[in-house]
T-cell receptor
Framework: KQEVTQIPAALSVPEGENLVLNCSFT??????LQWFRQDPGKGLTSLLLIQSSQREQTSGRLNASLDKSSGRSTLYIAASQPGDSATYLC???????????WGAGTKLIIKP | EAGVAQSPRYKIIEKRQSVAFWCNPI?????LYWYQQILGQGPKLLIQFQNNGVVDDSQLPKDRFSAERLKGVDSTLKIQPAKLEDSAVYLC?????????????FGEGSRLTVL
């Protein structure tokens, strides 16, 4: 049974730092992995989607990597800003027709 | 391109009352999902539709929750009667089907408070 873990549950860093958020999954047989951002009281915004055949995806200051053999994905945020403060969730899709398996998220606080 | 639309954004009801949430997915998206998200947790899938058919409703509390997507476009989720533990954000998401990338797009959510 696929399980997704995000550690730490919360992270606070000074503005300007580069940082890495972690996502671990137990079964390497996945269809894709998606990173989302959630602001308080809001819905989820899709950040990056990595297909099973890909190693990384980039969008602006964000870079997501995927290592299926080790069951890990990382979300790298460069030059962090206070506006990056949010909860970041990763979700794994085991199969094209299967529901997403979610991590509990990492709450990120960027201090000015 | 318009995103996923949900309404209402907020709803406060007393226990044993009923409530309905509406979702309009991104145009052309065949797959529609309803999730329940309790504070501090990841989303929990309630029901998944493909067009107007149910793909997965295994975690939907069918004694009190119901959902429909009659014309394969917009969808409603109903709770009757509501319990205190139903207080949560109800998220609607849509995605392509078949050879799509499998990417999901979410609405702003409907926050339910049951008193």
């Amino acid at each position: 049974k696929q399980e997704v873990t995000q550690i730490p549950a919360a992270l606070s860093v000074p503005e300007g730092e580069n940082l890495v958020l972690n996502c671990s999954f137990t079964d390497s047989a996945i269809y894709n992995l998606q990173w989302f951002r959630q602001d308080p009281g809001k819905g989820l915004t899709s950040l990056l989607l990595i297909q099973s055949s890909q190693r990384e995806q980039t969008s602006g200051r964000l870079n997501a990597s995927l290592d299926k053999s080790s069951g890990r994905s990382t979300l790298y945020i460069a030059a962090s800003q206070p506006g990056d403060s949010a909860t970041y969730l990763c979700a794994v899709r085991p199969d094209s027709n299967y529901q997403l398996i979610w991590g509990a998220g990492t709450k990120l606080i960027i201090k000015p | 391109e318009a995103g996923v639309a949900q309404s209402p954004r907020y709803k406060i009801i007393e226990k044993r009352q009923s409530v309905a949430f509406w979702c309009n997915p991104i145009s052309g998206h065949a797959t529609l999902y309803w999730y329940q998200q309790i504070l501090g947790q990841g989303p929990k899938l309630l029901i998944q539709f493909q067009n107007n058919g149910v793909v997965d409703d295994s975690q939907l509390p069918k004694d009190r929750f119901s959902a429909e997507r009659l014309k394969g476009v917009d969808s409603t989720l109903k709770i009757q009667p509501a319990k205190l533990e139903d207080s949560a954000v109800y998220l609607c998401a849509s995605g392509g089907a078949g050879r799509s990338t499998g990417e999901l797009f979410f609405g702003e959510g409907s926050r339910l408070t049951v008193l």
